[in-house]
């Protein structure tokens, strides 16, 4: 009989901290002006997290944090400095608070995190060409003077 043991398996899976995605993934853009474009460090700057084209893309292990697979480098949140409301994405050796999860294949803050459920995130271009600046969006601003793209949100691939 199959129930009991799917049970058991839900009820281990509740107990334990593992990975949320069963192996790492590519975390993708779905929308211009990062259609397809992916994330990982920028080239000239690791500690820069950038969306970016998929020949250089990292994967990553998805838990209550994001690992890279291909640094060990930690996806943190940043300050936005004067109370805006955009948060600057970089990866560090270590993690801030926890506050990754899953919504089917869309990457979120969780609810319980100091952040509360957000799924949106600003895309500004850098200045190497080709790749977009990435910020969690945690409201409207933008920053000034520059050509953003708002309230993008960035997935796995299909896990269908």
Not at 43 to 49: G, K, L
Not at 148 to 156: A, M, R, V
Request: aromatic share 10%.
């Amino acid at each position: 009989m199959k129930f009991p043991i799917f049970l058991s398996s839900l009820a281990l899976l509740a107990t334990t901290n593992i990975s949320l995605a069963l192996k790492p993934y590519q975390i993708r853009g779905v929308e211009d002006p990062i259609y397809h474009l992916y994330l990982q460090a920028l080239p000239s700057s690791p500690s820069t997290a950038v969306m970016g084209p998929e020949a250089s893309s990292e994967y990553f292990n998805i838990s209550d944090t994001i690992q890279s697979t291909n640094t060990s480098m930690l996806l943190n949140i940043g300050d936005g400095g004067g109370g805006v409301s955009y948060l600057p994405l970089s990866f560090n050796a270590t993690s801030g608070v926890g506050p990754w999860g899953l919504e089917g294949d869309t990457i979120i803050t969780t609810e319980g995190s100091i952040y509360g459920r957000e799924l949106n995130f600003l895309v500004c271009p850098n200045s190497v060409s080709g790749y977009y600046d990435l910020y969690l969006q945690t409201g409207s601003d933008t920053p000034s003077g520059e050509t953003c793209s708002n309230y993008q949100t960035i997935h796995l691939p299909c896990l269908c």
